[in-house]
């Protein structure tokens, strides 16, 4: 892909990604509705284990069991 076609190409997309954005809707989150009953929020603690370590521990769960299961290679 020559230099021509990479610019096009980047400027189609970052074109793309603000269009997306500026014309999104935003959540209105700060309003609340009727029978809205949000939980307690989460602490650092809880919010690292959650979205950190537990994607990280099942990453690991996964590929230690594929290692382990995998019947590829010759048995000597």
Known sequence: MDK?????????ATGTTLMMLLL???ALAAVRDDGDDPG???NVAET??????API???????GLVMVL????KQV
């Open 48 to 53: 690292l284990g959650l979205f950190v370590a």
């Open 70 to 73: 995998d019947k590829s290679r």
């Open 24 to 26: 999104s809707s935003p």
């Open 4 to 12: 021509k076609n990479a610019l096009r190409a980047g400027a189609v």
């Open 57 to 63: 521990g099942l990453f690991v769960i996964i590929a």
């Open 40 to 42: 307690p929020g989460l």
